[in-house]
Structure formats: structure tokens, C-alpha cells
Nanobody, 124 residues
Framework: QVQLVESGGGLVEAGDSLRLSCAAS????????MGWFRQAPGKEREFVAAITWRGGSTAYADAVKGRFAISRDNAENTVALQMNSLQPEYTAVYYC?????????????????WGQGTQVTVSS
């Protein structure tokens, strides 16, 4: 079992930046594909970004490409999501996820473990 704990959310204004962090409880998580998803009120959870365990490959949702950057530090068992130029439509609960599978995926079903989420609110 892997526990994931997100941090770094908050209330910001449009155009600001935030850096989310996710800490994994087990060292073996450094071998997992990691992803970030978000869920706005009344909407389904949607893919934001993902990174392979070595960090060699990444994927982004079209809506955040060029604004967000995912990275990981396997020595620290953490994954980060740098979010720049935030817009009100990015308001959501952001979730960290880990997968034992190979490669990258935008599907929630690919991921085996989930954090509790961290709220990001962007005011206009």
C-alpha cells in the first residue's frame, strides 16, 4: 500500500503561480508512474499531467500544456506540479496518483493509489 499526501494548494489570483507537491509513503513508489488529476465541482475527475518513474517521459492535458510542469525527485519520493498563469477555470481539487503500470496514461483506471487532494482556488 502506498499513501500519497498532497500539499501546496490555496487561494490565489488569476495569473499567479502555485507549486503542488505530493509525498509518497514508500520508497518503492519511486518506481511508479505518477500523475496529477483535478476535479471541479459537479464535474468528473480529469487528467492534468503524468510522469514516468525515471522522469524521462511526461504528458499534459491540452488545457495546461505550456503552463504546468510536472517533475519528480525519486530520492525524496516526491512529485511536484508547477502551475503558472493560473486561471479561474483551474479551480478544483487536485489529486496525486500513482500507478504500478508501465508508461503513461490519462485514464483514472490506470492509477492504483490516490491522495486525498488539495484545493486550488483561483479568483478573477
Amino acid at each position: 500500500q502506498v499513501q500519497l499526501v498532497e500539499s501546496g494548494g490555496g487561494l490565489v489570483e488569476a495569473g499567479d503561480s502555485l507549486r503542488l507537491s505530493c509525498a509518497a509513503s514508500r520508497r518503492t513508489a519511486s518506481r511508479y508512474t505518477m500523475g496529477w488529476f483535478r476535479q471541479a465541482p459537479g464535474k468528473e475527475r480529469e487528467f492534468v499531467a503524468a510522469i514516468t518513474w525515471r522522469g524521462g517521459s511526461t504528458a499534459y492535458a491540452d488545457a495546461v500544456k505550456g503552463r504546468f510542469a510536472i517533475s519528480r525527485d525519486n530520492a525524496e519520493n516526491t512529485v511536484a506540479l508547477q502551475m503558472n498563469s493560473l486561471q479561474p477555470e483551474y479551480t478544483a481539487v487536485y489529486y496525486c496518483a500513482a500507478s504500478r503500470g508501465l508508461g503513461l496514461s490519462r485514464s483514472t483506471s490506470f492509477y492504483d493509489y490516490w491522495g486525498q487532494g488539495t484545493q486550488v482556488t483561483v479568483s478573477s
